[in-house]
Structures are given as structure tokens and as C-alpha cells.
């Protein structure tokens, strides 16, 4: 035990002595929220439309007002050439062109299906997706509105929308990317802390020969691991608390959820990557090849965790994959927890395969530290 | 209940792939003397005595350590001995006084003790005032003995020191050797691995190795009286390539 004290003060004093590295764990969290929790738009705002209106009927006038005053959307032309429209979409001057055809208000009127036409540049498939969702919902506001004036369009806009589909994104009102990003930030620091301090701190006494030094006093391994991994998990934890912390105070969200059964979850989550740090640590043998595997390690695990692309968009190949992904199931039981105050008793799978994977990374991880180093 | 040997090595023999590093070497180290061993680089030194400290295990063949079975009882092994690498193997990122605590704590001896052996230690190397500085702001003559003070915090009966003056002053080495000598006066026993001619000379007994094989065992002075030449250097040049270098 006291062994272990030893060995974790001395891995605190090297981190703190270590200016560069007091910055990047205090700076760094920093930067991620404030730049990707406003660049990474998953919230589309101010998408460019250009409208084509044949029609030019206070239908149709009241169709194209409803676009300009939405905040979703900035219309940049009112085009009068149907033939243009392409050509700015092509441009990209737009990303959304919508078209009212002749004949919209007398169709609507004359209960003969009155349609209109959208032309999306879906080149960035997730914003154009969510656009398109800002838009049904104008378009369905607009026939509600329009049936409520006149009840005789009920049937011929009913038959516009057979199913309607009505997505409420309660727990994120305007899919505000912040709030998505958090647990994205949190996890993504969290693997930092702990694969790649592990690892390289390990990996690091291997080069300068301490390690050896270590391992002829009499401390077990199993004393030299817990005494690598606590300091770093504490860390892991700070950075947690930093990020909850700033994002309360850059952007006033707060966490819903138990505090406490965040953390718990989030130590689940650290030990497979503590171990996978230990792991690495035992196949690299220079700091450099470290960062690698943890490189690859890291850019895998958040490519495959449905936080960039989600899930179901994967080839089932890839998908039965991400099972194996910690971080799949973490991100989960992070946004729940902090949006929606999720207990644990509906986090029972998430947190039964994080166990799993945990139990098994760390139970390699430790027995291949003994058998390499003795 | 003391073992007969301080050190007692049986066939031990290591292997790296095809290549054999030690050679089934046999040999026998008493208490408290100074038993060095001679080779060039690559002769074999570091490997034998990595397995002599349970940091390798040895391909066949034995060793006791103080009494204790490099194989079976490497904890015990562990506990019984100091080593100190041909590396510098403090950490240079801590204070001195931090190195000291680190390794005293991890040896197991109580805050007490550290306080007590800490400053005693720094008292000897003359580093007191100098102890909150970054140990990388060391030279390295002052480096290597502060890694034999804490190779030494717990007082083992066997220090080993494997290659200890490599890249220091010859000041700073003969400041060295006073330290080994004062040790070996204590009953410590010390095995340390050299390449430098001259220091072979201060061992009570030395072994030369060449290609993993013990090739010569004796006091340096009967070394000598058996070739018939005037120094260690002599001899050692004469066995490993059969001619006497004048
Ligand atoms: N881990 C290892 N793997 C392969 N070869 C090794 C290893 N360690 C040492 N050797 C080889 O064994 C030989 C003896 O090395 P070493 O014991 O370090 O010699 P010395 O300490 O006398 O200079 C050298 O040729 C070295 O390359
Ligand atoms: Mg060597």
C-alpha cells in the first residue's frame, strides 16, 4: 500500500512539474468546447435557399415568407429562371433550392393535390438531413395553418401528408450541437488522459531505464500498475469536471442526470482504456510507437462510435464491430444521463458490455505486463 | 543460516533467439568482497547480471543470491539487493531530495527512516543545499553516486553495479571507488561489471568474460603472477586475442 503512495506522488510531481503538460490538460478542454461546440454545426442554422415561385399567389407569397422569417434559413434569391436553379446549387450558393410550380394555390383550392418541389444539395448528408426536417416541419405548419383558414383543404392536403411525420427533439428542443458535443468532448478526453498518458508514461520509464530500476525492488506488478493507473484516472476525472464545469459556465447547460452515476459510469469506461494504455505499453517500446498504436486505437474507437457517423448508417460488418466499442455505449450513457437524467435501471445493457469490455481489456492488459516484465 | 555465498552461479546460460549472451557461466562470490567483471562490450556483462538480479530469466542453469533462488524466490531476491544500471535510472524531471523519498518509500522503509537515511545521504554526497534542485541539473559524476546512495537506502548485503563510472571524470570515478571501498569495509558485498583496465585492478577478484564465457577467475594479482604480465590490461588483451599488447 505504501508502496503505491509512493508511486503515485511521484507520478503527480512529474506532472505538475511538467508546465507543458499542466497546460494541455487545463487548456485544452477549453478549446475543444468553446471550437467544437460552435464549429461542428449538427445544429444547422442560416441554410441557404433559393425559391423559384411559378405560382405567384398569396398561397404561394405566404409559402416563401414563412422560409425568409425562419431562422433556419436565409433565403438568397428569389429566382424567376426555374433553369437557374441548379446552376446556383451547383455553385453552391445555396444548398437547398424550393420550388412552387404554376397552379400551387389553384391545385391547393381545387383539392388536386398541390405539391411543391425541393432540390437539396446533400453533399453534407447529416446538415442537409436536418434541414430537410426544418423544412417538413414549415411545409406542415403551413397546411395546418392553411386548413385551419379554409377546413374545405383538409382532404387535399391530408393526402399531401398521409403519415405525418412530426419529429420533436425534446431533450435538444433545436438539435443544438453543444449539447450533443459534450459527450463526445468528454470521452474523447478521457481516452486521451488515460490511453495515452498510460501508455507513454509507462513506455517512458521503459526507455530511460527506471522501469528496470523499478522492477528489481521488491514491488509487485500488480503494485506498479494500480500505482500508474490511479494517478491517471484522477486526471480523467478532473478533465470531466473541467468540462462540466466550463460548459456549464461558457454555455449554461448542466447535467440532468446523477452526478454520482456519471462518474461510475465513467470509471467503467477508464478501465478499458487504462488497460489498453498498459497494453500498448507493453508492445511499444519507444514513446513514439506508443502514440501510434494509441492513435489508431483512438481514431477507430471514435469513428466507430456513432458519434461522427451514426451506427445504423454502417454496413452490418462494421456495425457488429462497434459492439466491441466501448465508447459506442459510453457516449450513450453520457448523453443520457446528462439530457435526459436517465437512471441506471434503463443504462443496464450500456453498462453490462462496458463491464464486459472492461473486465476483459484490463485482464489482458495486466497479465501481459507480468509475463513481460517478469 | 547465512549462505555460503554471497553470489553462486551454476551453468547459467542465456540465450537471445540463436544467439547465446551468457555462456553457462559458473562462479562463486564471498561476503563482502569486491568481485568484478571484466569483458568488452557485448561480452556478456549486463545479461548476467540482469538474470543475477531477476530481471531475466535465465534460459537453464542456476544462481542463488543471498542465499535465494533466482528463479523461485526472485521477491526475496529482490528484497536482498541493490542494483544500479548501466543506465541512469533516476528520474531527471524530480528533485533530488524527491528521487531519494521516491525510492526509499518504494523499498518499503518508513517516512522515518527516509527523513533519517535522506539526509544522511545527502550529508555524504555533499548535495544538502542542493537537494530541491531538478535532478537533471546534476553532473553526472554527482548523478551516479546520488543512484548508488539510493540503490544503498535499504541497506542491502549485495550491491550490484553494472558498468557505474561509464562517461564520468577520472575525479569523479576515484570518488566512486572510495564509496565501494568504504561499502565493501562495511560487509557489503559489491559485484560491479567494468571495461576500464584500471578499476579491475582495485577488485579483490575479477572474472573476465569474453563472448558470454568466463575466460580467467583470480585476484588481479595472481592473474598476473600466472601469465606472467605486469597488469590486468596485459592479461586481458592476452587472453582475448592471444597476444601480449606492449
Ligand atoms: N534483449 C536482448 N535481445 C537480443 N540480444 C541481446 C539482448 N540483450 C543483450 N543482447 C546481446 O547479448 C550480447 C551481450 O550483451 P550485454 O550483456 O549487454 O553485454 P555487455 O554488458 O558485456 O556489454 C550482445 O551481443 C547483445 O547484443
Ligand atoms: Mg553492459
Not at chain 2, 58 to 81: E, F, L, N
Request: net charge neutral; hydrophobic share 45%; aromatic share 10%.
Amino acid at each position: 500500500m505504501q508502496q503505491i503512495l509512493y508511486l503515485v506522488q511521484k507520478e503527480f510531481r512529474q506532472i505538475f512539474r511538467d508546465r507543458f503538460m499542466v497546460g494541455f490538460l487545463f487548456i485544452v478542454p477549453i478549446i475543444q468546447i468553446f471550437v467544437l461546440g460552435n464549429a461542428v454545426t449538427t445544429n444547422v442554422v442560416n441554410v441557404k435557399v433559393v425559391m423559384h415561385d411559378a405560382d405567384r399567389t398569396p398561397m404561394s407569397r405566404d409559402l416563401i415568407g414563412r422560409f425568409t422569417h425562419s431562422r433556419y434559413f436565409r433565403v438568397v434569391a428569389v429566382e424567376d429562371d426555374y433553369t437557374a436553379l441548379t446552376r446556383i446549387l451547383d455553385r453552391g450558393d445555396a444548398s437547398l433550392a424550393l420550388v412552387i410550380p404554376r397552379h400551387f394555390q389553384r391545385d391547393a383550392v381545387n383539392r388536386d393535390r398541390p405539391a411543391v418541389q425541393l432540390l437539396v444539395d446533400a453533399l453534407d448528408g447529416n446538415s442537409s438531413g436536418i434541414a430537410l426536417g426544418y423544412v417538413s416541419e414549415i411545409v406542415q405548419r403551413y397546411q395546418a395553418d392553411a386548413v385551419l383558414r379554409d377546413p374545405a383543404l383538409a382532404a387535399p392536403m391530408a393526402g399531401t401528408h398521409r403519415a405525418e411525420l412530426e419529429p420533436r427533439y425534446w431533450y435538444n428542443p433545436e438539435l443544438e450541437s453543444k449539447v450533443y458535443i459534450i459527450p463526445g468532448i468528454m470521452a474523447i478526453l478521457l481516452v486521451i488522459v488515460t490511453i495515452f498518458l498510460t501508455s507513454m508514461g509507462i513506455v517512458r520509464e521503459k526507455e530511460i531505464g527506471t522501469l528496470e530500476q523499478l522492477m528489481v525492488t521488491p514491488i509487485r506488478s500488480y503494485q506498479l500498475i494500480v500505482g500508474k493507473i490511479i494517478p491517471f484516472a484522477a486526471l480523467g476525472f478532473v478533465e470531466m469536471i473541467l468540462v462540466m464545469g466550463f460548459v456549464y459556465l461558457i454555455f449554461g447547460i448542466g447535467i440532468t442526470g446523477s452526478i454520482p452515476l456519471l462518474f461510475a459510469e465513467a470509471m467503467l469506461f477508464i478501465f478499458t482504456t487504462l488497460g489498453l494504455g498498459i497494453l500498448i505499453s507493453t508492445i511499444a517500446e519507444t514513446q513514439q510507437q506508443a502514440l501510434f498504436i494509441g492513435w489508431f486505437f483512438m481514431i477507430f474507437a471514435m469513428l466507430l462510435s456513432g458519434f461522427f457517423i451514426p451506427i445504423a448508417n454502417m454496413p452490418p460488418s462494421i456495425q457488429a464491430i462497434t459492439y466491441a466499442n466501448p465508447v459506442r455505449y459510453f457516449l450513450i450513457v453520457l448523453r443520457e444521463i446528462y439530457l435526459k437524467g436517465t437512471g441506471l435501471s434503463d443504462l443496464i445493457p450500456e453498462t453490462l458490455s462496458m463491464a464486459v469490455i472492461s473486465l476483459t481489456v484490463f485482464t489482458a492488459a495486466v497479465l501481459r505486463f507480468r509475463s513481460t516484465l517478469r | 543460516m547465512t549462505p555460503e555465498f554471497a553470489v553462486s552461479a551454476r551453468e547459467l546460460r542465456r540465450n537471445f533467439g540463436a544467439f547465446t549472451a551468457v555462456d553457462g557461466i559458473s562462479f562463486d562470490v564471498r561476503h563482502g568482497e569486491i568481485f568484478g567483471f571484466l569483458g568488452a562490450n557485448g561480452a556478456g556483462k549486463t545479461t548476467a547480471i540482469r538474470m543475477l538480479c531477476g530481471l531475466l530469466p535465465p534460459t537453464s542453469g542456476s544462481a542463488t543470491v543471498a542465499g535465494y533462488d533466482i528463479g523461485r524466490q526472485v521477491h526475496q531476491v529482490k528484497g536482498a539487493i541493490g542494483y544500479m544500471s548501466q543506465r541512469f535510472s533516476l528520474y531527471d524531471d524530480i528533485s533530488v531530495g524527491e528521487n531519494i523519498e521516491f525510492y526509499g518509500g518504494v523499498y518499503g522503509l518508513s517516512r522515518a527512516a527516509i527523513a533519517a537515511k535522506s539526509k544522511s545521504l545527502l550529508a555524504d554526497l555533499g548535495l544538502s543545499d542542493q537537494r530541491h534542485l531538478l535532478t537533471k541539473s546534476l553532473p553526472l559524476g554527482w548523478k551516479q553516486r546520488l543512484a548508488l546512495g539510493t540503490a544503498l537506502l535499504h541497506e542491502p548485503s549485495i550491491i550490484f553495479l553494472d558498468e557505474p563510472t561509464g562517461g564520468v571524470d577520472p575525479i569523479s570515478r576515484r570518488r566512486f571507488w572510495r564509496i565501494i571501498y568504504e561499502l565493501a569495509e562495511k560487509g557489503t558485498t559489491v559485484f560491479v561489471t567494468t571495461h576500464y583496465m584500471d578499476e579491475a585492478e582495485y577488485c579483490n577478484r575479477i572474472s573476465i568474460m569474453h563472448q558470454g564465457a568466463i575466460v580467467a577467475l583470480g585476484s588481479p594479482t595472481a592473474l598476473k603472477q600466472e601469465y606472467g604480465l605486469g597488469t590486468v590490461q596485459d592479461v586481458f588483451v592476452h587472453l582475448i586475442t592471444g597476444t601480449t599488447d606492449r
